[in-house]
Nanobody, 126 residues
Framework: QVQLVESGGGSVQAGDSLRLSCAAY????????MGWFRQALGKSREFVAG????????SYTDSVKGRFTISQDSAKNTVDLQMSNLKPDDTALYYC???????????????????WGQGTQVTVSS
């Protein structure tokens, strides 16, 4: 069983950048398909980005393509989300999640994931 801990959230201005990190404990990130999700106040949890167990396959929701980059750091045992050109609509609680290897970072359904972190808040003001 893996424990996930997110960090790196904060309050920024529109156009700024942030880097979120998801640290895995008990297992390695290479044992899972990993995903980043977010949940804004009053809305359902939505897929943001995913990465395969080997870091070679990535996927993104349309609204963040070209602005966010997901990556895997095997040495640190983390999955990171580099966010650039942030917009007020990006304001949310961001979670990382782990799922079976076979998903290759492509499963966008939050209910399918077994393991979740506690979340880190990102607030973007205009």
């Amino acid at each position: 069983q893996v424990q996930l801990v997110e960090s790196g959230g904060g309050s920024v201005q529109a156009g700024d950048s942030l880097r979120l990190s998801c640290a895995a404990y008990g297992r390695t990130v290479g044992d899972y398909s990993m995903g980043w999700f977010r949940q804004a106040l009053g809305k359902s949890r939505e897929f943001v980005a995913g990465i395969s167990w080997d870091g070679l396959t990535t996927s993104y929701t349309d609204s963040v393509k070209g602005r966010f980059t997901i990556s895997q750091d095997s040495a640190k045992n983390t999955v990171d989300l580099q966010m650039s050109n942030l917009k007020p609509d990006d304001t949310a609680l961001y979670y990382c999640a782990a799922g079976p290897l076979r998903w290759l970072g492509r499963n966008q359904r939050a209910g399918a994931y077994d393991y979740w972190g506690q979340g880190t808040q990102v607030t973007v003001s205009s």
